[in-house]
């Protein structure tokens, strides 16, 4: 079982709505990542986090995804009005530092209809 | 950007067999990392090896750092090592990594 934990496993959402996912990173790591796979199981890094700060985000995210890491709640990751290009697997990772190993939680699968 | 390139793309064992996966990259990577994906999707980490040779249980990591490549070695496979192994690389010191395209692992009994 992995130690990050992201909630939920599976989201349907309608085109147009908010589509909010969660990660609990594991304990002791300040730095989260956040990924996309898509449906041909390509990878596309989305933003990362060190402690509560946003340190790399591309820019789909900063235009149409709401993300934060609050001190002592869980790490989030809203997209404000999805697309149907939005279907995927969202995976969180945590690690200690910048270049130190990542732990990936099991994902979030969302379809949007 | 960084490519990263797996082969081969899938790979069909009998059970007891040995496996051997191959990496290679287009720049330096200053963090290399094997994980294995589950059908269901969870990613699970298998073997940090930037360089070096690497063992951990049934599996043997080798980068060989001025190559530019990396090999994953399963030895006597089983049907639950059937998978996906995606080889994942930092070759802009960031954090962030770029991953492979996978080898779809079918071990049959």
């Known amino acids: 079982n992995s130690k990050v934990i992201q909630t939920p496993r599976y989201l349907v959402k309608g085109q147009g709505q908010k589509a909010k996912m969660r990660c609990i990173p594991e304990?002791?790591?300040?730095?989260v990542f956040w990924y996309q796979q898509n449906k041909n199981n390509e990878f596309k890094f989305l933003i990362n986090f060190q402690n509560q700060e946003v340190l790399q985000q591309i820019d789909m995210t900063e235009k149409r995804f709401s993300a934060e890491c609050p001190s002592n709640s869980p790490c989030s990751l809203e997209i404000q009005s999805s697309e149907a290009g939005d279907s995927a697997l969202y995976l969180c990772a945590s690690s200690p530092g910048q270049n130190s190993d990542y732990t990936f939680g099991s994902g979030t699968r969302l379809l949007v209809i | 950007g960084q490519q990263v390139q797996q082969s081969p793309a899938s790979l069909v064992l009998q059970e007891g067999e040995n496996a051997e996966l191959q990496c290679n990259f287009s720049s330096t990577a200053t963090q290399l990392q094997w994980f294995y994906q589950s059908p269901g999707g969870s990613l699970v980490s298998l073997l940090s090896n930037p360089s070096g040779t690497k063992h951990t249980g049934r599996l043997t990591s080798t980068t060989v750092t001025k190559e530019r490549r990396s090999s994953l070695h399963i030895s006597s496979s089983q049907t639950t090592d059937s998978g996906t192994y995606l080889c994942?690389?930092?070759?802009?010191?960031?954090?962030?990594?770029?991953f492979g395209d996978g080898t779809v692992l079918t071990v049959k009994p």
């Open positions: 304990k002791g790591h300040p730095v």
């Open positions: 994942a690389i930092d070759g802009t010191n960031t954090g962030k990594l770029t």
